[in-house]
C-alpha cells in the first residue's frame, strides 16, 4: 500500500520538477529556467542533481511526517488529499490550498508540508525568488 502511494506521490510530482538551469542566451534569444529550491543537504553537484536530491528528500520527508489522525481511524475516515505548496523567499513551506478528504485528513497533510525543514535557498527564475508549486497527494485508506 506505501509503495503504492509513493509512487503515485512521484508521479503527480514529477510534472512540477522540470530540470532546472540558468540563463541561457541563444542568438538574440534568452531562456529562463527555474532554479528549485535548495534542500539542505543538496548543495552537491549541477543544477538537475540538486533538483533530484530536492525531489528524494520531499518523497523521503512526506513518508517519514506521515501520520494517519487516530480520531479519523476511529471514524474510518479515507479520502486522498491534494497540497499544492511553494517554498516562499522566506526559504520556507507555504501552503496555497488543500483539497480533498475529510477536515482531520487535511490537517494531518497539512502539518506534514509545514514541517519541511527551511532550505537552504528559494526557488529562482533570473536570480530572484520565484514561486515554483509543488503538488503532493496523500492517500488516507484504512483498509476496512
Known sequence: MQLRNL???MLMLAPGLVAAQYDKVSGNKVTMREVPPLWPGCEEGDIQAMN???????IQHVSKQ??????????NEQGVV???FFINADRKAEIISIEGGTKLLQESAR???LSIPEMEKPSMLNGKPHKLVYTVPFTYKTGK
Open 7 to 9: 509512487i503515485l506521490f
Open 52 to 58: 533530484a536530491c530536492f525531489t528524494k528528500k520531499l
Open 66 to 75: 506521515f501520520w494517519y489522525p487516530e480520531e479519523a481511524l476511529k471514524k
Open 82 to 84: 491534494t497540497v499544492e
Open 111 to 113: 502539518k506534514n508540508i
